[in-house]
């Protein structure tokens, strides 16, 4: 009789772990991927989209509900649930019999049945259910109880592509489940019954009534009449959507706890259509922002465009990703580069006059020339001429510095781009540029590779030009909004204003503004600091408010000292007018700026006595002349149609001595003579040539040119 027993109480076990063994549970069925979902600080959600299986879910299970409603629930589903092993044995027997006197049906699934059920779903059928009884078992040996429900409250159905408890109140309440009332949350408890016959659309009232029975049977009379007379409104909310373009840029991200300040978010974009609506006529008809918190690594504001759905304007285009040309958003790099390699500091004068680098001849915007002028001048006037000679001559130029910022950014090698890269020869994102502006704002270290590529001394000299620049181009605006805050600025445009820029930053946030058109058309009459910066200081002036001052702060190993006016030499004996300025090292490379037209044009100038008195002198004697033309390594193919001795070659050489004679040797064979900066035209042979021009001071330069 024992042995009977004890083998009726066994036979149990052994076919369940036999029927486990060949048919276990997958228990990855039970977590189904969340939706991607961007969180603001406060928990408040700020985007949402469909989970890769197509539904809206929130994966928070049991731990961020209310104990009150996790009760309730438990009591309304499966009051034994912390008791039974899955299965709630009494509860079937009582449901067998009920359903077998009684024509209204009752069921007996308890919660892990429930949860068996909707990881495997069946035709509803005695055969289903034991296998659901199977599975729930199955599930009490995976999982913890908490565990199970949190399942139930993540995949629970609550009509259409709605899962979760956490999803449908969102969508039908537009809260936070710990906000919901009792009454809107005694709803929800309901509505996975049968969520398309009780959704709020059809027949919301049925599932009111059977929450009001359950309420009845579980609360004093004084509560239940209460909570039976509580209205709610319940009703299918769109889904939060506020950030498609950086939901975009985090791709596979599912959660994101992010910095999104949503009340400045509203507020730059209504300031961005304003703008283009003022501004449409002359072509602008896209604009995009990013605010970033380079102390916390955080964005604070990502606009890729002003409307993500406006399909006209190509708003779901994003302008913070979009690859354009900087214009001349990266000559403070440059700046700051030199002042650390020793070549200026920020009151030194520097010459601005039209240059030749190999065969590129730059221009300013404005087309003009301005001589003598200071590296702050030089800054904030934006000279291409001065940024460009100064990016020659550095060790570590333009080229390698964004190589160390924007690793990725450059897909050429650096002969490729030459020295148009200073004035937007290179195309990178708005995000670019903050990246190139956070090396300036966090004291000369890169964001992403913490890398210090700018000493802290130049970081700040330059942040400090570019604020004085901020003050000086809106001093009307800044005067009204009385703010006192220093940040540093820099507008740029780039070829035919088809890209209006400004960046500014101060000690923790950085600031990038674009406008232009997603087509790549000119605009008309506009420019980086008529357009883009206006919307640039409302929302410095927004930042200012809100989040207080961050002043630069003046690092160590900056000092005084009194520097020259008189000519482009920074140091130089008999100076008549010095004026103070900081420095950051007494290495002076000074001499290392001089070429042949800064020479020519200090003699134009009776400046000459300048390089005398400086320590360039014998740089000056020995520097070799400048072939203009033609250029080295040029390919010259003559043309068939053409008689040869009509098919000469321009020679044209310039010596530091103005009206010098020079001498021209074609392969080691002198051919002619000519003087400095006159125009010679000669006839060359078919072939490779070895061209060279010789001063009176015999000091030579060559070419290498080839001829067919």
């Given at each position: 009789m024992k042995k009977a027993i004890l083998l009726i109480i066994i036979t149990p076990f052994l076919l369940f772990f036999t029927f486990n063994f060949f048919y276990p549970l997958n228990r990855f069925l039970a977590f189904r991927p969340s939706s991607k979902i961007i969180y603001s600080n406060n928990f408040q959600i700020l985007h949402m989209e469909r989970s890769h299986d197509g539904f809206f879910r929130i994966n928070l299970g049991a731990k961020n509900i209310p104990k009150k409603f996790i009760d309730s629930l438990i009591l309304f589903e499966d009051q034994y649930f912390f008791y039974h092993f899955g299965v709630n044995p009494f509860s079937i027997i009582r449901a067998l019999l009920h359903n077998?006197?009684?024509?209204?049906?009752?069921?007996?699934?308890?919660?892990?049945?429930?949860?068996?059920?909707?990881?495997?779903?069946?035709?509803?059928s005695y055969h289903s259910k034991i296998?659901?009884?199977?599975?729930?078992?199955?599930?009490?040996?995976?999982?913890?109880?908490?565990?199970?429900?949190?399942?139930?409250?993540?995949?629970?159905?609550y009509g259409g592509n709605i899962e979760g408890i956490h999803t449908a109140s969102q969508f039908y309440f537009n809260k936070h489940i710990d906000k919901l009332s009792f009454s809107e949350f005694g709803y929800l408890m309901v509505l996975p019954k049968n969520p398309e016959k009780y959704k709020p659309s059809k027949s919301m009232f049925k599932a009111i009534n059977i929450r009001n029975k359950f309420y009845k049977k579980t609360f004093l009379r004084e509560k239940f009449n209460k909570l039976k007379n509580e209205k709610i409104f319940a009703k299918r909310h769109s889904r939060i959507a506020l950030?498609?373009?950086?939901?975009?840029?985090?791709?596979?991200?599912?959660?994101?706890?992010?910095?999104?300040?949503?009340?400045?978010?509203?507020?730059?974009?209504?300031?961005?259509?304003?703008?283009?609506?003022?501004?449409?006529?002359?072509?602008?008809?896209?604009?995009?922002?990013?605010?970033?918190?380079?102390?916390?690594?955080?964005?604070?504001?990502?606009?890729?465009?002003?409307?993500?759905?406006?399909?006209?304007?190509?708003?779901?285009?994003?302008?913070?990703?979009?690859?354009?040309s900087p214009g001349s958003t990266l000559k403070p790099l440059i700046y700051a580069a030199a002042i650390d390699e020793g070549l200026i500091s920020p009151k030194q004068l520097l010459l601005d006059i039209p240059m030749q680098y190999q065969n590129y001849t730059p221009k300013n915007f404005d087309s003009k020339?301005?001589?003598?002028?200071?590296?702050?001048?030089?800054?904030?006037?934006?000279?291409?001429?001065?940024?460009?000679?100064?990016?020659?001559?550095?060790?570590?130029?333009?080229y390698d510095l964004l190589s160390l910022i924007l690793p990725k950014a450059l897909k050429r090698d650096k002969s490729y781009y030459g020295q148009s890269i200073v004035l937007g020869g290179a195309s990178l994102s708005l995000f670019d540029l903050v990246k190139v502006y956070g090396v300036l704002a966090n004291q000369g270290i890169t964001l992403d590779s913490k890398q210090s590529i700018i000493t802290r001394q130049a970081s700040y000299l330059i942040s400090n030009i570019l604020s004085e620049n901020f003050k000086g181009n809106l001093s009307s605006h800044w005067q009204s909004k009385k703010i006192s805050s220093?940040?540093?600025?820099?507008?740029?445009?780039?070829?035919?204003?088809?890209?209006?820029?400004?960046?500014?930053?101060?000690?923790?946030?950085?600031?990038?503004?674009?406008?232009?058109?997603?087509?790549?058309?000119?605009?008309?009459?506009?420019?980086?600091?008529?357009?883009?910066?206006?919307?640039?200081?409302?929302?410095?002036?927004?930042?200012?408010?809100?989040?207080?001052?961050y002043p630069f702060i003046k690092p160590k190993g900056i000092f005084k000292s009194k520097v020259c006016q008189d000519s482009i030499f920074r140091f130089q004996n008999n100076c008549k007018q010095k004026v103070e300025d900081n420095l950051i090292s007494i290495k002076n490379n000074q001499c290392k700026l001089l070429s042949i037209e800064k020479l020519i044009y200090l003699q134009q100038n009776n400046l000459t006595k300048s390089i005398q008195n400086s320590n360039c002198l014998d740089s000056f004697k020995n520097h070799p002349p400048k072939i203009l033309s033609p250029l080295n390594n040029t390919h010259i193919i003559k043309s068939k149609l053409v008689l040869e001795k009509y098919q000469k070659t321009l020679l044209k050489c310039i010596s530091t001595k103005s009206e010098s004679k020079i001498y021209w040797f074609l392969n080691s064979k002198l051919i002619a003579q000519s003087i400095s900066g006159i125009d010679l035209f000669y006839t060359l042979a078919n072939g490779k040539h070895t061209i060279t021009c010789l001063d009176e001071n015999s000091i030579k330069s060559e070419v290498f040119v080839e001829v067919e």
């Open positions: 077998i006197f009684f024509n209204k049906r009752i069921g007996a699934s308890t919660i892990s049945m429930q949860v068996a059920r909707m990881i495997e779903k069946r035709e509803r296998i659901e009884c199977f599975r729930a078992i199955q599930l009490e040996l995976l999982f913890s109880k908490s565990e199970i429900l949190s399942i139930y409250l993540n995949i629970a159905p950030l498609p373009h950086y939901s975009n840029y985090l791709k596979n991200e599912t959660v994101t706890f992010s910095k999104i300040d949503i009340d400045l978010q509203k507020i730059i974009q209504y300031k961005l259509k304003k703008t283009i609506e003022t501004h449409n006529n002359k072509g602008i008809n896209n604009g995009a922002c990013i605010v970033y918190d380079h102390i916390n690594k955080k964005v604070i504001v990502w606009l890729g465009s002003q409307n993500f759905h406006d399909k006209k304007s190509f708003g779901q285009n994003d302008g913070v990703l979009a690859k354009r020339f301005y001589g003598l002028v200071s590296v702050k001048e030089a800054l904030n006037l934006s000279l291409n001429i001065p940024a460009i000679d100064l990016n020659t001559k550095l060790n570590t130029d333009l220093k940040f540093a600025f820099k507008t740029g445009t780039s070829a035919n204003r088809r890209d209006l820029w400004t960046l500014a930053y101060n000690n923790r946030f950085i600031v990038g503004v674009w406008f232009g058109d997603f087509r790549g058309r000119k605009t008309k009459n506009t420019s980086g600091l008529s357009i883009s910066s206006e919307v640039s200081f409302e929302i410095i002036s927004k930042l200012v408010q809100k989040y207080g001052q």
